[in-house]
T-cell receptor
């Protein structure tokens, strides 16, 4: 069974540009989660998508946005990049999260390392 | 609001020694608790989880954790450390209700295993 995949592995952008990160969940998983792992700041929850809808959002500005496609893959967009957006962005997937089943195990991808110059 | 505190950002043990990684949480509702491990340049892998029922939870690679409600703790242990256990470990808490799906992670503990 293929795991969670993320692309690209590395992404280098300059301040003010936009970045698009992609995630494909494990087959059969309908929930996708995005996290930011910045150096010294730990793992911060960004977004949760389930069945194509945004279910929950962390404390990030609106320039962090995303969507989930009908095949449950997901895209994270970061607009107007700032230097402090440099981080490892992790995507995770789980079985149906509807109705609030947070105890469903989340399976993580290897991450996309975003560097903003 | 939920939060997680991992005591000790770095823990060093000798090979064969007991591993103890500490995690305390706060949650306004009964929590779901997790331990993850992250090896360099990889994503996180679930070690074990507590949802309901037995408070002593066994996970992969010989790790276990005990949920102690009175102490709001979920410490991770392993009787005998192996070199391959060297990694970063994260404790996480998750809730149902309005914050469903929103896991809060601790800052992580880096485990070093000395030969």
């Amino acid at each position: 069974e293929a795991g969670v995949t993320q692309s690209p592995t590395h992404l280098i952008k300059t301040r003010g540009q936009q970045a698009t990160l992609r995630c494909s969940p494990i087959s059969g998983h309908t929930s996708v989660y995005w996290y930011q792992q910045a150096l010294g700041l730990g793992l911060q929850f960004l977004l949760w998508y389930d069945e194509g809808e945004e279910r929950n959002r962390g404390n990030f500005p609106p320039r962090f946005s995303g969507r989930q496609f009908p095949n449950y893959s997901s895209e994270l967009n970061v607009n107007a990049l700032e230097l402090e957006d440099s981080a490892l962005y992790l995507c995770a997937s789980s079985l149906n999260g509807r109705g609030g089943y947070p105890y469903n195990e989340q399976f993580f991808g290897p991450g996309t390392r975003l560097t903003v110059l | 609001a939920q939060s997680v505190t991992q005591l000790g950002s770095h823990v060093s043990v000798s090979e064969g020694a007991l591993v103890l990684l500490r995690c305390n949480y706060s949650s306004s509702v009964p929590p779901y608790l997790f331990w993850y491990v992250q090896y360099p340049n990889q994503g996180l892998q679930l070690l074990l989880k507590y949802t309901t029922g037995a408070t002593l939870v066994k996970g992969i690679n010989g790790f276990e954790a005990e949920f102690k409600k009175s102490e709001t703790s979920f410490h991770l242990t392993k009787p005998s450390a192996h070199m391959s256990d060297a990694a970063e470990y994260f404790c996480a808490v998750s809730e149902s209700g309005p914050n469903a799906g929103k896991s809060t992670f601790g800052d992580g503990t880096t485990l070093t295993v000395k030969p």
